[in-house]
C-alpha cells in the first residue's frame, strides 16, 4: 500500500538487476518508468509485461544532461510526480588492477561519466520533482567494490566509492525533502557475470559466507525495503552481500 500509484524512475531499467526492481516494485503497486540507453525493444518489452499499469520505458542515456531535463519534463506532464528514482545505470569492463596500461583513459572517463556523473545529473534533473511531493527516495546501486577495493577494474571501484560519497554528501543537501541512500550489493547473478568461467563463479561463491552470490531478486527486495520499512534510514550504505568482504 505505501507504493500504490508512486511513479518511479529506474536507469538501466531493463537489465539483469534493473530488470528484478522493476517487478518488484510494479508488484507492489508502483508505476514504473523503465529508462534505457539503446535498448529500447528490451524496455518496451518490459514496462508490458510488470503487473499493474501505468508502465512505460523511456530514453535515459544518463550522460547526456539535455536529454535528461527533457525527460524530466515528459515525466511532469505525463505523471505529475516522481517519488523514486533508482540510480541503476553503471559500466565497466574487466582489467587486471595491475595493468595500468590497460586501463586507458576513455575507459576510465566513461565508467566515471556513467556511474557517477551520470548518477549526479540524474539527481540534478529529477529533485524538482522529488522535491514537489510528500518526500521523495534517490536509491543508488553502488557495489562493495566502493568499500572492498576489489572488482572489475581500478576505476569501477574508485567510481563507486565516489557514489558512496556523493550519497552522504547529497543526503545531507536535500534533506528533509528528499531522502538518498547507496545500495551495495556484491557479486550478483546477472548477464556480466553469469557469462565468466564457471571456475571463477564457484571460488566467489565459497568465498561467500552464505555460499552464494547475490540474486537479482535479493537487490530488488533490499531496494523495496529502503522505500518502505526503513523509511528513517538516510545517507547510508546498505549492503547486500552475504557477507562477502568477512573473507
Known amino acids: 500500500m505505501d507504493l500504490k500509484n508512486q511513479v518511479v524512475f529506474i536507469t538501466g531499467g531493463s537489465g539483469g538487476l534493473g530488470r528484478a526492481m522493476c517487478h518488484e516494485f510494479a508488484s507492489n503497486g508502483a508505476r514504473l518508468i523503465v ?4 535498448s529500447a525493444a528490451a524496455a518496451e518489452t518490459l514496462a508490458g509485461a510488470l503487473e499493474g499499469s501505468g508502465h512505460s520505458a523511456k530514453e535515459a542515456p544518463v550522460e547526456d544532461s539535455g536529454r535528461l531535463a527533457s525527460l524530466a519534463g515528459e515525466i511532469a506532464s505525463e505523471y505529475g510526480r516522481l517519488d523514486i528514482l533508482i540510480n541503476n545505470a553503471g559500466v565497466t569492463r574487466f582489467v587486471a ?9 576513455d575507459l576510465i572517463d566513461e565508467i566515471f561519466r556513467t556511474n557517477w556523473r551520470g548518477a549526479f545529473a540524474c539527481v540534478r534533473a529529477f529533485r524538482p520533482l522529488l522535491d514537489a511531493g510528500a518526500g521523495g527516495l534517490v536509491i543508488n546501486i553502488s557495489s562493495i567494490a566502493g568499500a572492498t577495493a576489489m572488482g ?3 576505476a ?3 567510481s563507486k566509492a565516489a557514489m558512496n560519497t556523493m550519497t552522504m554528501s547529497l543526503a545531507r543537501a536535500l534533506a528533509p525533502r528528499i531522502r ?6 556484491g557479486l550478483a547473478e546477472t548477464d556480466f557475470v553469469t557469462g565468466l568461467d564457471q571456475a571463477w563463479w564457484d ?5 561467500t559466507p552464505l555460499q552464494r552470490l547475490a540474486k537479482p531478486e535479493d537487490v530488488a527486495q533490499a531496494a523495496l525495503a529502503i522505500a518502505t520499512s526503513l523509511k528513517f534510514s538516510n545517507g547510508c550504505i546498505i549492503p547486500v552481500d552475504g557477507g562477502r568482504p568477512l573473507t
Open 156 to 158: 569501477y571501484c574508485a
Open 180 to 185: 538518498v541512500v547507496s545500495l551495495s550489493p
Open 97 to 105: 588492477h595491475d595493468d595500468l596500461d590497460g586501463l586507458e583513459d
Open 203 to 207: 571460488e566467489q561463491s565459497r568465498r
Open 35 to 38: 529508462g534505457y540507453r539503446e
Open 152 to 154: 572489475s577494474n581500478i
